[in-house]
């Protein structure tokens, strides 16, 4: 099973299925989260203050008993209508939906303050029929339910690799798969650059990362529903890098995080797996891995990124065809 987890790298999403990383009957089942049902976890636990500050930290084998399980337009009526009644959600599970939407906020904007890169693009859905056929076309816009699952995720992925990537300066840090994105190439930044100024908008291309992520998000926030914004929004998206997997950290340019690794998927993501063992590993003091296995699965996971990504969009592409035919 793991060896055929790590050549499929990930789940694929197609329009009309899903082609899983591991055995439906894991995912779907075994290791889903499903409410009422007691499950083996791997937890990220945080102690926060209103204002969304760390005052405690606790990484660990879990045993998880969800309560009640919400789809993100479920949680986003409570978001919208706080006052409301809501009655088929119980009191103290809406009152966690909003304090958590509450510190979500607080995050979201630390992050944005640090330098993050606001890309928010709709995604493109395709509606089938019982026999795959398309029967309606949208734009699917994340909002802020999306927002709260997005900032607790991003906080155990940081988290996580902080434990094991900050370490003091003569020691050295143990082995563990990082997600990295590098800064925008130059040239590129420079093509972009001419690009915007035939629209009247001009960015730096030289300066330090701060300065040029805040100029940037000045850009994506100026072109905001003008005519423009979705081509700005396309060409200003093809100039940054593509994220990565590595051993080798050299931070996480698009959430200007200097620690990042992927932690919260394992039933969808391999490298996540890979992290959770690695965890498990070091927390019990084992000795750190060998790097050039480690890189290699790195690449492997990136490369099966790749596919996975092209291959779902090729299938909405073929979708629409179909539903424009």
Not at 79 to 95: L, S, T
Not at 193 to 202: D, L
Request: glycine share 6%; charged share 30%.
């Amino acid at each position: 099973v793991d060896e055929e987890a790590r050549s499929r790298g990930t789940s694929v999403y197609l329009v009309d299925r899903t082609v899983p990383m591991l055995p439906e009957k894991l995912c779907n089942k075994v290791c889903s989260l499903r409410p009422n049902e007691e499950k083996l976890t791997f937890s990220a636990v945080f102690e926060l203050t209103p204002l969304g500050r760390i005052v405690g930290q606790w990484f660990g084998k879990t045993v998880i008993y969800s309560d009640y399980r919400f789809a993100y337009e479920d949680a986003q009526k409570i978001i919208d209508a706080p006052d409301a009644a809501h009655e088929e959600v119980p009191a103290d599970i809406k009152d966690a939906v909003l304090t958590l939407h509450g510190l979500a906020s607080k995050l979201r904007k630390k992050r944005f303050a640090a330098g993050a890169i606001s890309f928010d693009r709709p995604e493109m859905k395709v509606e089938v029929d019982e026999k795959g056929r398309p029967i309606n076309v949208y734009q699917k816009v994340t909002k802020e339910a999306n927002w709260l699952i997005e900032e607790f995720m991003l906080l155990a992925n940081r988290t996580v690799a902080e434990s094991v990537g900050k370490v003091p300066k003569n020691q050295k840090a143990k082995v563990i798969p990082y997600r990295i994105h590098d800064t925008p190439d130059p040239s590129k930044l420079m093509k972009l650059g001419e690009f915007v100024s035939k629209f009247g908008y001009k960015i730096k291309t030289q300066g330090t990362k701060g300065e040029i992520s805040k100029n940037l998000n000045k850009l994506l926030s100026d072109v905001h529903g003008k005519a423009e914004q979705n081509v700005i929004e396309m060409v200003t998206l093809r100039a940054m890098m593509k994220a990565k997997y590595s051993i080798h950290n050299i931070g996480h340019y698009g959430l200007a995080f200097q620690y990042y690794t992927h932690f919260t998927s394992p039933i969808r993501r391999y490298p996540d797996l890979l992290v959770h063992r690695l965890l498990t590993k070091y927390a019990t003091g084992g000795r750190s891995v060998n790097p050039l296995k480690y890189e290699e699965l790195c690449e492997q996971c990136s490369e099966a990124e790749q596919t996975a990504a092209l291959a779902e969009r090729a299938s909405i592409k073929y979708k629409q065809v179909e539903f424009m035919k």
